[in-house]
């Protein structure tokens, strides 16, 4: 079955850096586009980055852009998130989640992993 | 804010039917691009409702339906369950932003 475990949230001060896994499991990896998406604490769902399956399209939302990379190992299974210059307002619970193979627009998200948080604070 | 607009809260009472609705505009729903809905249960991670406006991915009871029309979509949930009570996100995609994919609002469903 589909698993995706996120990893590498925790407490980071202002300005400071962080990068957060994403393993997955029981599909075929390299064959489908992945993203970060967040949810702030009590608040809504907000798409950060997007991947294409072979690494080399990716995008990224307006608030996360210049600071955030996304990227991906397909010998490893596994999505990141580095996250740079980091600020009070990305503390959030951190999820990356799955493209379903998908004609239409856009692709919806089949898969979610537990999300794991983080916290800027000082 | 988003560009998609859900009403904060719906509630009913066990067996009843409660809609959702997903509020867009020419750029992003009357344009053509399909609605998906997701349910998020307290504490837990987001999961595929309804894809591509009306379809729904096996396993997900067929009480949950959705619709499109114009520049809204809506989730109807029938038969309303106790174990339905979660938040309840839309999403579609906007050709007036940068960002390739929009969530709605929100709505948290309680049943009564």
């Known amino acids: 079955q589909v698993q995706l475990v996120e990893s590498g949230g925790g407490v980071v001060q202002p300005g400071g850096s962080l990068r957060l896994s994403c393993a997955a499991s029981?599909?075929?990896?390299?064959?489908?586009?992945m993203h970060w998406v967040r949810q702030a604490p009590g608040k809504g769902l907000e798409w950060v980055a997007f991947?294409?399956?072979?690494?080399?399209?990716?995008n990224y939302a307006d608030s996360v852009k210049g600071r955030f990379t996304i990227s991906r190992d397909n010998s490893k299974n596994t999505l990141y998130l580095q996250m740079n210059s980091l600020r009070a307002e990305d503390t959030a619970v951190y999820y990356c989640?799955?493209?379903?193979?998908?004609?239409?627009?856009?692709?919806?998200?089949?898969?979610w992993g537990q999300g794991t948080l983080v916290t800027v604070s000082s | 804010q988003s560009v998609l607009t859900q009403p904060p809260s719906v509630s009913g009472a066990p067996g009843q039917r409660v809609t959702i609705s997903c509020t867009g505009s020419?750029?992003?729903?009357?344009?053509?691009?399909?609605v998906h809905w997701y349910q998020q249960l307290p504490g837990i991670a987001p999961k595929l409702l309804i894809y591509g406006n009306s379809n729904r991915p096996s396993g997900v009871p067929d009480r949950f339906s959705g619709s499109k029309s114009g520049t809204s979509a809506s989730l109807a949930i029938t038969g309303l369950q106790a174990e339905d009570e979660a938040d309840y996100y839309c999403?579609?995609?906007?050709?007036?932003?940068?960002?390739?994919?929009?969530f709605g609002t929100g709505t948290k469903v309680t049943v009564l």
């Open positions: 991947i294409r399956y072979h690494g080399s399209n990716k």
């Open positions: 020419s750029s992003n729903i009357g344009a053509g691009y399909d």
């Open positions: 999403q579609s995609y906007d050709n007036s932003l940068s960002a390739l994919y929009v």
């Open positions: 989640a799955k493209d379903l193979h998908y004609g239409g627009n856009p692709i919806p998200f089949d898969y």
């Open positions: 029981g599909f075929i990896f390299s064959t489908y586009g």
